[in-house]
């Protein structure tokens, strides 16, 4: 088979149940950026977000000879995986405070811009690693990852309206600890 790139998804899952190397190389294009991203959010560690796309990849490739076509969206079923994957790495290292994964500086703006940004991204991180582990799943999801209610609610194993609860009390509970660091992101310590 060839390499074409506009096969759905559930034709490429069924090209790599008969180990076809360029299905997997397509279905890593399509979907490896998504869910490292989501991973680096919900875990602040873009080497674990590595380690967590990879175990949704390889869950992918152990499965796809069950796959059922049109059954659930590979997104949203791969989404899921990662989010389980980040949720345990959360659990076994709760004790430790995430750290958001600042950006390399960048050239481009002045050093007190670059400064700037990479102390509000950090505060912001801390934030949100503050929320509640499902709190800041359905955040990540929603705002970060850009999933519909629809999508986001299927990755987390909820129903619609408990991820619009799960987001209200995020969003409460982001402005509110922002708010209680005004001073900090304004530059004002």
Partial sequence: MGDRGDEDDDALVARVAHGD??????????????????????????????????????????????????????????????????????????????EAAGDPADAAPGPDAALVRDDTARIVGQAIAALPERQRLALVLAHYQELGNIEAAAVMEVSIEALESLLARARRGLRAELANRRAELLGER
Avoid: Y
């Avoid at 873009?46 to 490739?61: G, H, N, S, Y």
């Avoid at 990662?82 to 659990?91: M, Q």
């Fill in 21 to 98: 190397a360029a299905a997997c190389r397509l279905l890593l294009a399509r979907h490896l950026g998504p869910v490292h991203g989501f991973a680096t959010r919900v875990l602040g560690d873009a080497m674990e977000a590595e380690d967590v796309a990879q175990e949704a990849f390889v869950a992918l490739w152990r499965r796809a000879a069950g796959w059922r076509a049109g059954e659930a969206r590979l997104s949203t079923w791969l989404h899921r995986v990662a989010k389980n994957a980040c949720i345990d790495r959360l659990r076994r290292h709760r004790e430790s405070a995430l």
